[in-house]
């Protein structure tokens, strides 16, 4: 799904086949749907007004779990000194060929080039090393929201570009057990985020020792099976290796007066949540956005006559948006005249709005509004006095039906095979889950590659006793599929 700049038909036009040519569906809802437009600057996306809504209606939920947990928001600088990353051998090898460098700066060569952040590891563990003095001052727990760089040389809008925008959470603790409890807690955090407000089903567990976080001593990965059978990693909780207080020198004095070094973590989840949510829940007819996160959840069309002045007609509309505005709802009218109401119930369907109310003269007359399930496309008449009710009720529906249909569509996908010449076939021609068994070798998990695959996450399930390549012993069930 290489992204390339293409210009798509008119707003009328119908999508690319969902089934047949998912990779240009993705791209058409990415961009006519006005998520994100071309950025002049290769690799890179400017994210649209509809698209930064949908990304702060994440954010507002994510923060706040963040905050709940005992997090504090903090900012840190853009640019870190290059020998910061050269501290910690394996981080800095993990993403050498992914860093932006600054050597000039000011008209002049800089003494020591800055790379601008790909992570913020390096440059917050330099500050833990000046703010932690003892154990009283654990746990530190610090959050930031920024934008990073990895430099990419095939992009994908939101899953893969060489800007994008995360949280990044840093903490320090006095014990390994409770950075293994803050690892998972943040990891429980994501996957309610994930299933009960993106309505994406996931799977949760290890990563192998080869695809972990470079640094780390261990990464908690969370991953969505999207409709064409690929997974996407949706985030990831990582306990660092001790490495990096060593490396930066954060000590503290502990509870028996000596010096002691922290156990750290960190955990990030990015703009890729926007792309999960595009390619789990979207139809032929374009995006659809979980209620809970929809930056609109109903959009009002009044259907203008020549049988009623326009400014009544929006009058009553503006009426209806009070009336749904006072239950918390998120409302828009389409205040256009010009436009034809199939084009804008085209352009509306296609954003991905859960509800569409529709109120015209005679429906003013009878005091009653049409509203249209944009999943199903039941069309219901509701009496103004049960407007709150209805929409709350429609609403909750609407969410429960996106996850209910991604867990079954996620359901038919997932299979479980013994040996790898079980299902390679498969894996490559249609994707999917496949649940098999691993010896945990490196020389059986290189054979994936051939096949474009790779092991997703360890999971505490054991169903098989030999490993999908050899015959060696199973130490655990692993989930492996072709990956985004």
């Given amino acids: 799904m290489s992204e390339k700049k293409k210009t798509f038909g008119s707003p009328s036009s119908s999508l690319p086949n969902i089934k047949t040519d998912f990779s240009e569906w993705y791209n058409y809802v990415v961009y006519k749907a006005e998520l994100a437009d071309h950025a002049p600057v290769r690799g890179c996306i400017v994210i649209k007004p509809y698209g930064y809504a949908l990304w702060e209606e994440i954010k507002k939920i994510l923060d706040k779990k963040i905050k709940d947990t005992g997090h504090e928001n903090a900012q840190f600088p853009l640019l870190i000194p290059e020998a910061f990353l050269t501290k910690e051998a394996d981080h800095i090898e993990g993403f050498a060929p992914e860093l932006a460098v600054v050597t000039h700066a000011g008209g ?33 727990k610090i959050n930031q929201w920024a934008n990073v760089v990895r430099w990419e040389m095939r ?11 995360w949280q990044e959470g840093h903490t320090a603790h006095e014990t390994a057990d409770e950075a293994l409890l803050e690892a998972k807690t943040m990891l429980t955090e994501y996957i309610d985020l994930a299933q009960n407000y993106l309505a994406i089903p996931v799977v949760a567990g290890k990563k192998s020792e080869s695809e972990k976080f470079s640094g780390a001593d261990t990464t908690f990965t969370f991953e969505g099976l999207m409709q064409d059978g690929k997974a996407l ?38 703009t890729r949540l926007i792309g999960a949510l ?15 996160i929809a930056p609109c959840q109903i959009i009002i069309i009044p259907i203008f006559h020549k049988s009623m002045a326009n400014h009544e007609i929006l009058a009553a509309a503006e009426k209806v948006e009070d009336l749904l505005k006072e239950s918390g709802l998120r409302i828009k009218i389409d205040r256009d005249s010009e436009s034809s109401p199939g084009a804008k119930f085209y352009q509306w369907e296609l954003k991905g709005v859960p509800l569409r109310l529709e109120i015209g003269p005679r429906d003013i007359n009878e005091a009653v509004v049409i509203f249209t399930n ?20 429609e609403l909750d529906t609407i969410q429960k039906m996106l996850f209910d249909r991604a867990l079954k569509k996620r359901a038919e996908k997932w299979h479980k095979r013994e040996k790898l010449t079980d299902f390679a076939k498969d894996l490559e021609e249609k994707g ?37 390549n050899c015959n060696a012993p199973s130490v ?3 989930i492996v599929a072709r990956a985004y």
């Avoid at 992009?155 to 925008?165: D, G």
């Avoid at 944009?374 to 009720?393: N, S, Y």
């Fill in 374 to 393: 944009r999943i199903t496309g039941a069309k219901k008449k509701v009496a103004w006095g049960d407007l709150k009710d209805f929409a709350h009720e």
């Fill in 278 to 292: 595009i390619m789990t829940h979207g139809d032929e007819k374009g995006l659809i956005i979980p209620p809970k």
């Fill in 432 to 468: 999917g889950f496949y649940q098999t068994g691993w010896c945990q070798s490196r020389e059986c998990e290189a054979i994936l590659k051939e096949h474009k695959a790779s092991t997703r996450c360890l999971i505490e399930e054991k169903t098989f006793d030999t490993c999908f």
């Fill in 476 to 478: 655990t069930d692993v």
């Fill in 233 to 270: 990693q949706m985030g990831t909780s990582h306990i660092i290796s001790q490495q990096f207080a060593h490396a930066f020198e954060i000590k503290f004095q502990n509870r028996q007066g000596t010096e002691s070094y922290p156990f750290l973590t960190s955990w990030g989840a990015t």
């Fill in 155 to 165: 992009s994908r809008p939101f899953l893969r570009t060489t800007e994008f925008w």
């Fill in 108 to 140: 002049k060569k800089l003494d020591e080039p800055l790379v601008v952040r790909p992570t913020s590891e390096t440059i917050i563990h330099y500050m833990f090393a000046q703010w932690i003095k003892s154990w009283r001052d654990l746990p530190m």
